[in-house]
């Protein structure tokens, strides 16, 4: 056990909640991964001419989800709130269930696209917004990675479970066993509720969100809550374009569902894979030593070199060695650094900000860009141009995350006293 804290710096008295929040996000992960590569599939078939609508739609629900989370938020305190959420997501995927049973249709096929959409980012930015809760910036750039590789973990762990059990148990029975893994990340949620709530800093009984709009207001009076709003929005634009480029280059190299269900499959593990490397190995100590401006850089500029490449070589093997450093690195190195700026803000900005920057800002960057390229392709009918096109996107986004940087280091931190150093113990006592 000592060599292993050691290894992965962390300290004697936040070894329970690093595992809690570890085995918390494992099985969240666990349960979305099973679930994930249907997900995609249902998305080509109903259409790649029409994913921007898939996309929209995802946007649309989001906005109707938030203002009653908002309100819901005023109304309930957090702890008993968060808990109830998972949850209700819970009981969705059983109607989801029950529904493939009874009524399987396009429509229906269309509905659980944007649903598992939604769950996952709602879910996950649950997480992390939690998590912001208890680490300050100083123990998340220690611990972020190991507990991001409980995420990795968990999305290796799901797909694995899923090609094992789907041949005797069938797509649809993949649903009930997700539920299962979502109703253990839930307890292990409540774990971390009792370690927050004993601490002073952290007030699970009051709201910090009053509504989505005021998340804007926030936005607008800050420069840095900007340039944090607009890397977002330059990453979910980016993300976007690659992920239609994957829905033509995929649909048109294989003809079969279940070929192009492989081909998912295969690309979330060795993802998953890598990513789990990184978090366990390089993450920490590549943040600590790099800098968060060097770590919010090197996703964008493997989003130039990969566009730039898939411009000169539409190929699959070409899509999969983009797509694997691309969303590797994203998981380990950037989605760490960005949860980060958010520990030297107060918790009424964090869940504000985070709650208009997670939904309008991201899924909203999501149909924009699934219009746009679905607009560049009408006009241009080349899906190689179209990479070329996102190349100076990539560049700004990376330019962006270099101020982003400089700005959050100029922040004061609220651990630059020695005392203010020992939350974690408070946390964990």
């Given at each position: 056990m000592v060599i292993f804290l050691r290894t992965f710096n962390i300290k004697t008295e936040e070894w329970?909640?690093?595992?809690?929040?570890?085995?918390?996000?494992?099985?969240?992960?666990?349960?979305?991964?099973?679930?994930?590569?249907?997900?995609d599939e249902m998305g080509i078939q109903a259409g790649v001419e029409n994913m921007q609508w898939l996309f929209t739609g995802t946007f649309a629900v989001m906005l109707f989800i938030i203002p009653v989370f908002g309100y819901l938020m005023k109304k309930v305190s957090r702890h008993r709130l968060l808990l109830k959420i998972y949850l209700f997501f819970g009981l969705n995927i059983l109607a989801f269930y029950l529904l493939f049973l009874v009524v399987p249709s396009p429509i229906l096929a269309a509905?659980?696209?944007?649903?598992?959409?939604?769950?996952?980012l709602f879910v996950?930015?649950?997480?992390?917004?939690?998590?912001?809760?208890?680490?300050?910036?100083?123990?998340?750039?220690?611990?972020?990675?190991?507990?991001?590789?409980?995420?990795?973990?968990?999305?290796?762990?799901?797909?694995?479970?899923?090609?094992?059990?789907?041949?005797?148990?069938?797509?649809?029975?993949?649903?009930?066993?997700?539920?299962?893994?979502?109703?253990?990340?839930?307890?292990?949620?409540?774990?971390?509720?009792?370690?927050?709530?004993?601490?002073?800093?952290?007030?699970?009984?009051?709201?910090?969100?009053?509504?989505?709009?005021?998340?804007l207001i926030l936005i607008?009076?800050?420069?840095?809550?900007?340039?944090?709003?607009?890397?977002?929005?330059?990453?979910?634009?980016?993300?976007?374009?690659?992920?239609?480029?994957?829905?033509?280059?995929?649909?048109?190299?294989?003809?079969?569902?279940?070929?192009?269900?492989?081909?998912?499959g295969t690309r979330d593990l060795l993802v998953n894979s890598l990513t789990l490397i990184l978090q366990f190995f390089i993450t920490e100590r590549f943040i600590r030593k790099a800098g968060i401006t060097i770590a919010l850089m090197i996703v964008p500029l493997i989003a130039v070199a990969g566009f730039f490449t898939l411009g000169l070589h539409q190929a699959v093997i070409a899509l999969l060695i983009v797509q694997v450093l691309y969303r590797s690195f994203n998981f380990s190195i950037q989605r760490p650094s960005r949860e980060i700026l958010f520990t030297r803000l107060s918790v009424h900005e964090k869940y504000n900000s985070k709650?208009?920057?997670?939904?309008?800002?991201?899924?909203?960057?999501?149909?924009?860009?699934?219009?746009?390229?679905a607009g560049l392709n009408a006009i241009i009918h080349s899906i190689s141009l179209i990479s070329l096109l996102a190349v100076p996107i990539a560049a700004a986004w990376m330019l962006t995350?270099?101020?982003?940087?400089?700005?959050?280091?100029?922040?004061?931190?609220?651990?630059?006293?020695?005392?203010?150093q020992t939350i974690i113990q408070k946390k964990s006592a």
């Open positions: 329970k909640v690093v595992r809690s929040s570890f085995l918390y996000f494992f099985f969240l992960m666990s349960s979305y991964f099973i679930l994930r590569p249907v997900r509905s659980f696209f944007i649903w598992l959409s939604v769950f996952n996950i930015s649950i997480f992390w917004s939690f998590n912001a809760d208890i680490f300050d910036s100083e123990q998340a750039k220690r611990l972020y990675g190991p507990i991001a590789a409980g995420g990795s973990c968990g999305a290796i762990f799901g797909p694995l479970v899923a090609t094992y059990c789907v041949g005797f148990m069938g797509i649809n029975n993949l649903l009930l066993i997700s539920v299962f893994f979502l109703l253990i990340a839930t307890f292990f949620l409540g774990h971390l509720m009792k370690a927050a709530k004993r601490s002073k800093e952290v007030n699970l009984q009051t709201s910090p969100i009053s509504s989505i709009w005021h998340g607008r009076r800050s420069p840095f809550l900007k340039q944090v709003g607009l890397f977002i929005l330059l990453y979910t634009s980016i993300s976007t374009f690659l992920y239609f480029e994957q829905a033509h280059i995929i649909s048109e190299a294989f003809t079969s569902s279940e070929d192009r269900t492989f081909y998912f709650n208009f920057i997670d939904t309008v800002i991201y899924r909203g960057g999501d149909a924009i860009s699934g219009w746009l390229f995350g270099f101020r982003l940087g400089k700005m959050f280091n100029a922040i004061p931190s609220k651990t630059d006293n020695y005392e203010e």
